[in-house]
């Protein structure tokens, strides 16, 4: 509810004044913040804030505490009470009579609730003459059960002109006092039915044994009005591609390679593999390639060793008579020359031989 403040009310020191003159003159904190008003509504409502002399034991010049004026201008809630019945009026040529009261004793104010119950009452009176009673009907009550319980069917209602009863020249019901109504209008139960089948879907694989499914649906017709769903199951499966899948081909490892067929001057080597790894089976394709492989090895030339030419002629002798003296001859080692590595001729290139001449 919405707050009235009010001038602020001051009220004595809760601090003795200092009593000599080592009394500590305190400062006061700052004031608090406002606390909840002691009332909602009404004229005694009053909140307060207070504030500290520091330090502890020090006298403080002023009020510690504040109190204000809150919520006085709002009124609370008054709920609204009946005042007491008027008298009974005189009674009509229709033999009733009537009486009233007030919601005034208070009135509701403030958001207080109305009075509970009803402003006016009107009853039967009785006069000489009596006043005529006409006839009034009775309550319909069921002749026969419904000729059908579900689906729509048919049922005979009978009332009596008894409440009341026309009298002293009242006049009498007014409408039939049989009716025929519908009745059992909810909905038979209808059971579902399965329909037919889907066609089968693709099998889950083309070899080796898959599956492939179908299904229907229960909507032929649909369970309705609290009927039995369709037994079974929507689902149906069998196995297909029974035929054994194609296997492929793949190459072993190959096997080492053979010794060279030279041992130099470029000579092969060969190495063998298998398609066996798996081998091709159920029509698979056999494996591509070539199951022996040739690679060369060795292609360095031989050695050639070095070998003689044919020894050259005999030199001339130095001399024509005497002896000591010799003649030579040569050869070279380039039948054929050595080559790559091989050995060098063996023996001497030059031959030397003593001249048989005559005494000078």
Same mark, same amino acid.
């Given at each position: ?7 602020t ?45 520091m330090?502890?034991g020090?006298?403080? %010049? &002023? ?50 609730? +109305? ?8 009853t ?9 009673v006409? &006839?009034g ?10 000729? %059908? ?20 020249d ?5 409408g039939?006092?049989? +009716? ?16 037919e ?32 769903s369709c ?14 899948c194609?296997?492929? &081909? ?9 010794g060279?067929?030279?041992s ?9 593999r298998?398609?066996?790894?798996p ?11 070539f ?7 060795n292609?360095?030339p ?22 000591g003296?010799y003649?030579?001859r ?11 590595? &091989?050995?060098p001729?063996p023996?001497p290139?030059?031959?030397t031989?003593?001249?048989h001449?005559?005494?000078?």
């Amino acid at each position: 509810l919405p707050t009235t403040e009010l001038p602020t009310t001051e009220l004595p020191p809760t601090t003795a004044a200092p009593t000599s003159p080592s009394d500590v003159e305190g400062v006061y904190s700052e004031w608090t913040s406002w606390f909840d008003c002691s009332s909602t509504c009404g004229p005694r409502g009053t909140k307060k804030r207070h504030r500290l002399c520091m330090p502890d034991g020090a006298v403080c %010049r &002023g009020v510690p505490l504040e109190v204000m004026d809150c919520n006085r201008d709002v009124g609370c809630p008054v709920d609204g009470a009946w005042s007491r019945w008027s008298r009974w009026n005189d009674c009509s040529e229709t033999c009733k009579h009537s009486r009233s009261r007030q919601c005034n004793n208070p009135e509701p104010m403030h958001g207080g609730q +109305d009075c509970l119950g009803e402003e006016h009452q009107t009853t039967v009176c009785e006069k000489d003459p009596p006043c005529p009673v006409h &006839g009034g009907w009775g309550e319909w009550q069921t002749l026969f059960a419904c000729s %059908r319980t579900c689906g729509g069917g048919a049922q005979t209602l009978r009332r009596k002109c008894d409440k009341p009863a026309p009298m002293f020249d009242g006049r009498q019901c007014v409408g039939a006092s049989v +009716d025929l109504v519908s009745c059992g209008e909810e909905c038979c139960p209808v059971n579902g039915e399965w329909s037919e089948y889907s066609n089968w879907t693709p099998c889950e694989v083309t070899c080796d044994g898959g599956r492939r499914f179908r299904e229907r649906k229960c909507d032929n017709p649909p369970p309705s009005c609290g009927g039995d769903s369709c037994s079974g199951f929507a689902e149906d499966q069998e196995t297909c591609s029974h035929d054994k899948c194609p296997v492929d &081909g793949k190459w072993g490892d190959w096997t080492p390679s053979s010794g060279c067929t030279h041992s130099c001057n470029r000579g092969s080597q060969q190495r063998f593999r298998k398609c066996d790894n798996p081998s091709p089976q159920n029509g698979g394709t056999p494996c591509s390639g070539f199951s022996l492989e040739f690679t060369e090895c060795n292609a360095f030339p031989c050695p050639i060793h070095g070998k003689w030419s044919e020894w050259g002629s005999w030199s001339e002798c130095p001399t024509t008579c005497g002896l000591g003296s010799y003649k030579v001859r040569n050869r070279k080692c380039d039948n054929p020359l050595p080559q790559h590595n &091989g050995n060098p001729c063996p023996g001497p290139d030059t031959d030397t031989s003593l001249c048989h001449l005559v005494p000078c």
